[in-house]
């Protein structure tokens, strides 16, 4: 893509749009790349349904369907956690757990750290799998080798558990700091995020 590219500028309007609080603007131009062929703006839709805003009422179904879309044709591993998050939460549908699984657990391979935590999450708490803490903590240590904060506390909390004290220590007041500085700098951060 040059710089003249057109559909290159309606992302850069799209991104600002929704930056600044224009979800009306940012969804129709989303939908206008959808249009033209743009398939990575299909999750974008979704997104602005699930969380509304900036003149776009929430429509839980509508992202679903979006989401579901986005995930048919694009593939987009974004699809795939905005699908489990309402599956998840049970945001417009029945909270499915099982099902809310099997979607980070196809993408928790591309080591998304998102899936990566709430792979986790279900394997410590049961939800949708059997409850399994070794594998619990094998994710959330993946996710947490990657910058996921939360993760870092937890994989912290079970090092300590297994006597590994200090190495539990370091890395929880590790997720204390990133945790800190995150939130002061780049709140919008992946690693800040839980589901």
């Not at 999750?43 to 879309?69: C, M, S």
């Not at 657990?105 to 990566?116: F, Y």
């Not at 910058?147 to 997720?175: D, P």
């Not at 700091?177 to 002061?184: A, D, M, R, S």
């Amino acid at each position: 893509m040059n710089k003249g590219d057109p559909v290159k500028k309606l992302w850069r309007r799209a991104v600002s749009a929704r930056k600044n609080g224009r979800s009306e603007e940012a969804m129709a131009t989303f939908q206008q790349l959808v249009s033209l062929g743009d398939v990575n703006a299909i999750a974008e839709v979704a997104n602005i349904y699930e969380f509304g805003g900036g003149g776009v009422e929430k429509g839980f179904e509508l992202a679903i369907q979006w989401y579901t879309r986005s995930k048919n044709e694009a593939g987009d591993e974004w699809a795939y956690i905005g699908l489990a998050r309402m599956f998840f939460l049970g945001k417009g549908v029945e909270r499915n757990y099982e099902f809310a699984f099997s979607l980070y657990e196809k993408i928790a391979n591309t080591k998304n750290i998102i899936a990566l935590y709430q792979m986790g999450v279900c394997y410590l708490k049961g939800y949708g799998v059997e409850h399994n803490q070794e594998r619990a903590f094998q994710f959330f240590e993946d996710a947490a080798a990657r910058g996921h904060v939360f993760s870092m506390g937890l994989a912290g909390m079970q090092r300590m558990r297994a006597g590994r004290m200090m190495s539990g220590v370091l890395l929880r007041a590790r997720a204390i700091l990133n945790g800190v500085l995150l939130e002061l700098f780049r709140k919008n951060d992946l690693r800040l995020r839980t589901v």
